[in-house]
Each structure stands twice: as structure tokens, then as C-alpha cells.
């Protein structure tokens, strides 16, 4: 099972960089959220899957499952979602200013 | 030692920001607000430090949670003096904010995000626990989008697409080094990761996994990987970029020494030398960079670089002097930095130009601008009695002690290029014909100069009284020489 996630995620960073390297803002910020998808999956995978019951006091078990990836990975996921809700903002700001979405004609520093 | 008062520090901000969400309109109150919440911040640091030297490191397990199954808040003399130079550096920022931001700014919770910016800041400084570093780090880097493209200008917004990315691949790098620690050693917790990879040995895969966080520090601090440094701190306005210039590079550095000192010292052939020469290189370009160009914010920007690998070289070289000599850098460049920020937006603002060649002769419009911007660059460059002097000193004793000559040699000859960076800039807008008329004078405002003053005399006063600080600076410097008494602090059962 461990494999089979491990696989995913390659494919998952796979398909975000090409998105992280194209010229279309947009595609980027979608890269970038694709991203954050696998780590999550990383950060679960190496907690290790489902090893045992759900760590409850109640539950009589012998093994219990890592619960701390989960709330780490809880964590990550507010926070890229926050990031990609203000990106997505800024690309939205950026073309009404500039009129394009193109990162080739946003390049250089001018002094305006 | 437990002590609740360390969490303050980073709460008191952390309210003082959503209090001030409510003040939208009443401007004088939001300013009232926030200078109260920073002195007192301010005050109960020093308090913090000054238990700290007495009684050793303190934690704060929250919820009870016992280390290393709880996050925790470590205050040791180190997190401390940076926590209150950064406090003394945002209440100084906060005069200058008053009499130069727009009254649409602060309309638009300027006051806010500033706090929510020193509340990751100062978290950054204090926490025990590597996941809560990277929390602490989206506070303060989301913070800094908003302040960065306050106001939308057409270059803040194009700027600022790229400081953003580079962060969020950054922030991507951070968790990845967490889940792969994670997954080798088993735990979050900065003293229980010192002890555990104690056990096990540092590895290679221990040292690959130190590399992805050296990546991580390294684009957050501007250690060779600094390309969108220049760009974004040129961009907003001059208190922002103060703020950043003063702060946000910092804090990449503090988290590449602690976890390099703390986590990750048993390799230092590997990745102590990898430190040492990114400095050498950081240096190289920073110095190019700051001679190669005309405009003001430019150049001032590619001294924060050099700063950098400066300040890194203490930590390449790892002896308890070159040590001690990084912090005293460390917080000299807080100060002076901010007081180069503010001195570089005075003069655009006074001129209304960017380009050095096109002023001139500017010391007999505004004496006191241009005195105090002789001291700054005394200052970086290093001369006694300044502030700079002190931390020049114990680096170089450090690496001379290492027989480290040639971080030595380079460390030493960046201070020549800064020396000239500014003189540069000292020649050309200050001394000279002036061009500007006496009706044509752009009135300097008082709440402008003051806070300018204020840090020059900081500066001044860090250097004479050297004395003051020591004691802090020796036994932080003691604490990264030696883990065990941060492990030990951490990890007593009290």
C-alpha cells in the first residue's frame, strides 16, 4: 500500500511541475496546489498507513495508528489553502492591472 | 523551568492584531493601540531575558502536554535578544509608519498585518517544535504578502507573484524535510530530534534530509538562493521594506543555526563546509550586485545580501567565538538595516527619484539625513566604536581559530565593497552642487528624522555598550555550543 501512495505522489509532483513551469499564472497556482496534495500524502505515508486501531482511549488494541501525520497534515491543509485563496486573488488583481496572464511579459524590474 | 510568560511575547501581537481589525476607521486609536501593545511586548521580553540569564532556559509545554508529546515554547538568551531587538526595531519602524504610511493604508489593517507579522516572527524565535517553526513561518510569510501588495501598485503586484511562488516552494521544501525526518527518527521535537539523531548517528540520509532544510533556510535567509530578494524588497513601501529587511531574513538564519547547532552538527565536513562556501558565494554576488547599480533601492537591498553571507560565516565556521560573533552581527544588522531601509525611502521620498546620479548635493537641504547616514555606513562597514565593529571582531577571531582563512579573507574584503556601495551613494545624492531650490525643498517631517535618529543612536549606543549585552551574548553563544543544556532543559520532568 505504502508503494502504491509512494507512486502517486510521483505522479502528483510530476504533473505539478510541468504546471509550475508554464508561462500561465493560473496553471501555476494550480501547480502549486497540486503540490501541496502530494506532500500531504507524503507526510501520511511516512507516519506509515493504517497500522492499527483508531488511537481512542476506549478502543482495547495492542497496536494503535500514528494519529500525528493527520494533524499535521490538517495543519498544512488550512494553510495552502489560505495561500492558494490569496494567490488566486493576486492573479485576479494582476490581470485587471496589467491585462495579461502571461509570466514572459511580467518579467524585469522598471522604475517606473 | 515551566513559565506561562513566555507565551506572551507572541500572543500580545497576536490579539493586538485582531483588536485592531475592529479600529478600521479611527486611525489615532489604532495607533494608540499598537504602540502600547509594542512597548509593552517590549517589556516583558526584557523581563524574559533577564530571567532567562538567571535561571536558566525556559519552556512552556502547552496544554500540559509533556516533551516530547506536546508543542512547546523554548526561551533561551539566544530566541530572547533576537525577540527584543525585533521588538525595539518595530516600535522604532512604528514612529517612522505614522508620519510616512497613507491614511488608506492604515484603513486598509496596515496596523494588523504588521502585528500578525511579528506575532510569526517572534513565534519563529521561540518555538521548541520544528512543526510549529513551519506554522510560525506561513504567519509571518502570509502577513508579508498582504503588507507587500498593500496599496496594488502595478510593480508591488508584479513582484510580488514571484516573492510568493518562491515561498510557496519554499513552504513545500520545509514540509518535506518534516515528513522525511518524521519518517527516520520519528519526532518533531527540536531537543528529542538532537538526542534521537544523536542515537542513531547522522547518516547519510540524516545529512541528505539536513540538506533539504539547509535548501528550505536558505531561500527563506537569502543564502545564495536570493535572486527575488533584490526585486521584492525594492518594491513596497519604505516601512515594508524596512520591516523585511530587517526581520524576515533573520529569521532564516535563526532557524538555520539553531537547527544546525542543535539537530544537525554532527556532519560539519558536509554541511558546515556546503554553509561555508554558499556564504562565500552569497558574498561574491551580493558584493557585484551592490556596485552594479544605479538605483537606491537596489543597491540597499544587495547590502542585506552581503549581510548575509557575513553573518553565515559564523555559522560555517562553528567555533563558540565565531558564534558569538553571529549573534552580535546579528542583532547590529536588525538595527542597522532597518535604519539603511529607512534612510534609502527618505531620500526617494524627499526627491522623488530613484536613481543616484540624478541627485545631488542633498546634506546641505537635510544636515542631519545625511550625517546620520555617514554613521550607517560606518557602521556596516565595521568601524569602532559603531555596532558593527564587535561582531566583525569575534567572527573573524572564530575563524581564525578554525584556520578558516579564506572565509576570513572574503568575509573582510565584502565589508570593503559595502564601504564602497555606499560610499557611492554618499558621494553622488549627498556632497556635490545642490540642485534642489530653496522653494523647491521638500520639507523633512519630524516623525520621519526621529525614528532615523533613534536607531543611528541604537547603533551608536550598541557599540559603546557592549558591556551591556555580553553576558546574554556569552551564554547564548554557550547554549548553541553545547545541545545538552538545551536537551536538558527541554526534556527535565518539572
Redesign the interface.
Known sequence: METLITILIGVLVTVAVYL?LSRN?IR?ILG?AI??HA?HL??M???GLKKGDAPLLGENSNSYTDA??QA?IL??IV?SF??TA??LV??Y??YK??GTDN?NE?RG???? | MMNNIIAFPMIIPLLTGIILVFFRNKVIVQRIISMISILATLGISIYILQKVLSNGILRLDFGGWLPPYGILFVADSFSMLLVVTTLVVTAILLVYAFSSIPKAFEKMFFYPFLFFLIAGVVGSFLTGDLFNLFVCFEVMLLSSYALITLGGRKIQLVESIKYISINVLSSWFFLLGIAYLYGSVGTLNMAHLSMRVAEVGQGPVLTVISIIFLLVFSLKAGLLLYYWLPGSYSAPPTVVAALFGALLTKVGMYAMIRVFTLIFYHEPQITHTLIGIMAVITLIGGSVGAIAYNDLRRIVSYNVIISVGFILIGLAVSTESALQGTIYYLIHDMIVKALLFLIAGTIIYLTGKTKIEKMSGLIQNYPVLGWMFFVTMLSLAGIPPLSGFIGKVYIGQGSIEAGAFILLGIGFLSSIFVLYSLLRIFMNCFWGETIISVEDEVPIKKGMIVPIVLLGILTFGLGVGVEAIAPYVSDAANTLMNPQIYIDAVMKRN
Open positions: 509550475l499564472l501555476v502549486s503540490l501541496s506532500i507524503l507526510i505515508t511516512m507516519g500525528l501525520p499535521l495543519t498544512a494553510i489560505a495561500v490569496f494567490l493576486l492573479a488583481r494582476i492591472e496589467t509570466l511580467l524590474f522598471n522604475d517606473e
